[in-house]
């Protein structure tokens, strides 16, 4: 009988542990995330398990929620100590949850904790625990996970001080002008100032983000994101955006959807110019909790799958580009419904990926199904594999996670006979490292 979480957790045959030895031990190219790039340029302590696993971590935040944990051991004055004893306390009721893989995967890779986490072990792993974080910094928990490439998410008036190389870490910063889209005066203001150009008119606003893209690339930055519920319907023309932003302070849905699908037009071209690959996020909701985000704000555990997005709407934006003109794109759903039809779509367009099982699909089934989809209605050999997307230092057991439920997929198949063992491990080197590596021409 096996024991907990055994070595070879959720890998399932023969071959998908043959394969899991080709990847275990691969690099890690997180090339979306959201850790703070000033405590890794810092070299920051990590300080003790309570504030690495509970200072951010919106997801252990929503768990707690769902299990009944008042919300002062979850954001409210409550010590660390007794916010972890809590987590510990709801951690044998998320089974199924990748938040109990997660939660096993670092006590056995940060710490070399391998007994469950529950009420009954909490003090025990909570001291355990730190006092081997004691002498541990950031970017000595990063090497420990072999990360080579790290792209945090920054808004393009950011000044980008702490990005760079550190112990053989490229910090790379990512474009993300989601609040560009509201044409908020005060944000156009904040824009020009970062960019030193006074923005009157339309012409001022594209010479202020290409001078922020510019700058971004002169940090190393390689990769734009985009979040958004949905595709533009409609696209302003240039007469016509030159008019919605003379006027963007009273502009309806209709017209603030055609500016939002001119700028996001005009920004592929720019990307492209500059080899810089798009991440495009969508089908989500967000703060539909309208009293706690009032209290807490934005990343705290109220945003919800999204419908699926409208699919004509996907193809018009792709087919207003030619294949030569078009940026790399990578697309998240956060609805799995979306998945086959998506994935399908991207292969009539040159250039266009199928990314990771985004944020709730990051789950057991959720990546299976992903690889599923994308394996029968595109080119699993051409995946760009995992990324954290997290704001927690311990959470790039999560590649683990990842590279462990693809090798189970791949090796199935070559158990069936379906596929030979060479080309398997292969497959499974690239989509976990070399293929994002050779992309981003790292």
């Not at 008036?157 to 790379?172: M, P």
């Not at 319907?233 to 030159?242: R, V």
């Not at 799958?305 to 207003?320: A, H, S, T, Y």
Request: with cysteine; charged share 25%; aromatic share 12%.
């Amino acid at each position: 009988m096996k024991g907990f979480f055994a070595d070879d957790i959720l890998l399932k045959g023969e071959s998908a542990a043959l394969l899991y030895k080709e990847v275990k031990d691969l690099p890690i190219i997180d090339y979306h995330c959201h850790l703070n790039q000033d405590l890794i340029a810092s070299d920051a302590p990590v300080g003790d398990i309570g504030t690495l696993w509970l200072g951010g971590d919106h997801y252990k935040w929503r768990a707690m929620r769902m299990c009944g944990v008042d919300e002062y051991y979850i954001t409210g004055g409550a010590s660390w100590k007794e916010k972890f004893e809590k987590y510990a306390e709801i951690v044998p009721q998320l089974i199924g949850n990748p938040l109990y893989y997660w939660t096993h995967l670092e006590l056995q890779q940060v710490f070399g904790i391998y007994e469950p986490l529950n009420k009954d072990t909490a003090d025990k792993i909570f001291d355990e625990a730190n006092k081997k974080l004691q002498s541990v910094t950031v970017r000595g928990l990063l090497k420990k996970f072999k990360v080579q490439f790290v792209a945090t998410t920054n808004d393009p008036t950011e000044t980008l001080a702490s990005h760079g190389a550190y112990d053989g870490i490229a910090v790379s910063p990512t474009f993300r002008p989601d609040k560009l889209y509201s044409l908020d005066p005060a944000y156009i203001a904040d824009l020009g100032k970062a960019a030193g150009v006074e923005i009157k008119t339309l012409a001022d606003l594209k010479q202020a983000l290409c001078a922020r893209i510019d700058f971004f690339a002169s940090k190393g930055c390689r990769i734009s994101d985009h979040g958004f519920a949905d595709f533009p319907a409609a696209y302003a023309t240039e007469s016509e955006m030159e008019g919605l932003f003379a006027r963007r302070g009273s502009l309806n849905a209709a017209e603030k959807d055609a500016a939002f699908g001119y700028l996001l037009l005009f920004l592929m071209g720019e990307y492209k110019k500059r080899n810089i690959v798009v991440q495009l996020h969508f089908s989500v909701t967000r703060n539909i909790n309208s009293p706690m985000f009032k209290k807490l704000g934005a990343d705290a555990g109220f945003d919800v799958i999204g419908k699926e997005p409208d699919l004509e709407n996907v193809m018009r934006f792709l087919d207003k580009m030619p294949d030569e003109e078009r940026p790399t794109i990578i697309l998240y759903t956060l609805n799995p419904n979306a998945v086959a039809p998506l994935a399908c779509i991207s292969g009539a367009f040159r250039g266009v990926y199928m990314g990771a099982a985004w944020w709730f699909n990051d789950t057991v089934n959720g990546i299976s199904r992903n690889l599923d989809w994308i394996s029968e209605y595109a080119c699993l050999g051409t995946n760009l594999g995992m990324l954290t997307d997290s704001r927690s230092f311990s959470s790039y057991s999560r590649f683990d996670f990842f590279r462990r439920i693809l090798c189970t997929f791949v090796g199935k198949k070559v158990d069936k006979g379906e596929y030979p063992l060479e080309d398997a491990k292969t497959l499974v080197k690239n989509i976990s490292y070399y293929n994002i590596k050779n992309l981003l021409k790292l």
